[in-house]
C-alpha cells in the first residue's frame, strides 16, 4: 500500500482562507477587527521564525497583529504586566505568549495570567479543563489542526482505535481528548509505555508527538492506518559545498517505511506545522466572535 498524503499546507492555506472570510463580515456587518497579540521573551531562533509568521499571517487575513518583543532578561513581574495590560485591551482579542520561555519563566503562571477567553493557544488551565469536560473551550492549535485534518480525510474517526504518543500538555495530552471527544478508544503512550510497537500497531489512528526523530518506523504500523506526525526535528545531513553543517527537518515517524504501509500520513514539513499556525488565526476568530456575542465561524473549532 502507499499512502495517501494529506497536505496540511494546502489544507491550512483552505482554513485560513475561512478564517479571512469571517473576519471580511465581522468588519463589515459589525465594524469589528479582531486583534492577536504575540508575546516573545528573548531571542530563540526558531521562536523568532515562528513569531514573525504568525505576525504575518495575521494580517494577510486581515486581522490586527501585535508584537510584544522582550529582552531574554524580563522579569516574570513584567511579563506579567504585559499580560494584564492585553488582558485589558478591548481591541486584543487573543493572547499567546510563546514557548518554551527562558528557564527563569514559570511558563504555567505566566500562561495562567491570561484571561482564558483571549487564551488562543487553549494552555490555561481553565481551558484545559473545560476541554477535559466537553465543554465549550480554546482548543490548542496543533491538536485543534490533527483533528481538522483526520476529520477531513475520514469523515467520522467515531470508534477508531487512536494510539498519540507524547504525553506533553500542548499537543499528547489535548490530542488524546479530541480524540475521546470525537469517540475514538484512545491510548496514550509514551517513553516508558511496555510493548509500545505492539501499542501503536493496534492503533487505526496515530498521532506521534515525542520529539524523537524518526522513532516510529514502518514495522509498527497496521496497514491501511493514518499517521499524523507532529514532530519537527532538525537532524544533521552532512556537509554544504562550502564545507559548513547541512541540516534536515524530520518528523517523529520514518516517512519512507511509514508510507508503505499506511493508509494516509503527514509530511515533515508541510504536515501538522503550518496547520498551527492557521489554527491559531482560527481561535482568535472564535475568540472575537465569543467576545462579541456573535457566531462563531463554522467548521474552525472542535
Ligand atoms: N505558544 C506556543 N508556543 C509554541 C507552539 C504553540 O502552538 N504555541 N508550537 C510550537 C511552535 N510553532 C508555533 O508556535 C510552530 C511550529 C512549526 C510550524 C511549522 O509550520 N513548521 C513547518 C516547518 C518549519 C521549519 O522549516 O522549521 C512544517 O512543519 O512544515 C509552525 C508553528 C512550539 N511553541
Redesign the pocket.
Known amino acids: 500500500m502507499t499512502a495517501t498524503v494529506i497536505d ?2 494546502a489544507f491550512a492555506a483552505k482554513v485560513r482562507g475561512k478564517v479571512g472570510e469571517h473576519v471580511a463580515r465581522l468588519k463589515a456587518d459589525h465594524g469589528i477587527t479582531p486583534g492577536l497579540a504575540v508575546v516573545l521573551v528573548g531571542e530563540d531562533p ?2 523568532q ?2 513569531v514573525r ?2 505576525g504575518k499571517m495575521t494580517v494577510e487575513v486581515g486581522m490586527n497583529s501585535y508584537e510584544h518583543k522582550l529582552d531574554v532578561n524580563t522579569s516574570e513581574a513584567t511579563l506579567l504586566k504585559v499580560i494584564e495590560e492585553l488582558n485589558a485591551d478591548p481591541d486584543v482579542h487573543g493572547i ?5 520561555l527562558p528557564d527563569h519563566l514559570d511558563s504555567d503562571l505566566v500562561i495562567n495570567a491570561i484571561d482564558p477567553a483571549k487564551d488562543v ?1 487553549g ?1 490555561h488551565v481553565s481551558n484545559v479543563g473545560l476541554l477535559g469536560t466537553g465543554q465549550k473551550s480554546m482548543v ?3 491538536p485543534l489542526g490533527c483533528l481538522m485534518m483526520l476529520r477531513e480525510h475520514h469523515g467520522s474517526i467515531s470508534g477508531m482505535n487512536a494510539v498519540v504518543i507524547g504525553r506533553s500538555n ?1 499537543v499528547g495530552k489535548p490530542m488524546a481528548q479530541l480524540l475521546l471527544n470525537d469517540s475514538c478508544t484512545v491510548t496514550i503512550a509514551h517513553s516508558r509505555t511496555k510493548d509500545l510497537q505492539e501499542t501503536v500497531k493496534r492503533a487505526d489512528i496515530v498521532v506521534a508527538a515525542v520529539g524523537r526523530p524518526e522513532m516510529v518506523t514502518g514495522d509498527w504500523i497496521k496497514e491501511g492506518a493514518t499517521v499524523i506526525d507532529v514532530g ?1 526535528n ?1 537532524i544533521d545531513a552532512g556537509l554544504k559545498d562550502d564545507g559548513s553543517p547541512k541540516t534536515r ?1 524530520v518528523g517523529d515517524v520514518d516517512y519512507a517505511s511509514c508510507a508503505a504501509v499506511a493508509g494516509a500520513i503527514t509530511p ?7 496547520m ?2 492557521a489554527c ?1 488565526l482560527a481561535n482568535t476568530v472564535t475568540a472575537c466572535s465569543r467576545a462579541n456575542g456573535l457566531k462563531e465561524p463554522e467548521g474552525l473549532t472542535a
Open positions: 496540511g499546507k526558531a521562536s521564525v515562528y509568521s504568525k499567546l505568549v510563546q514557548l518554551p493557544d494552555f490548542p492549535c496543533t500542548i519537527i532538525r527537518l515533515v514539513p508541510g504536515g501538522v506545522g503550518p498551527t499556525i491559531l
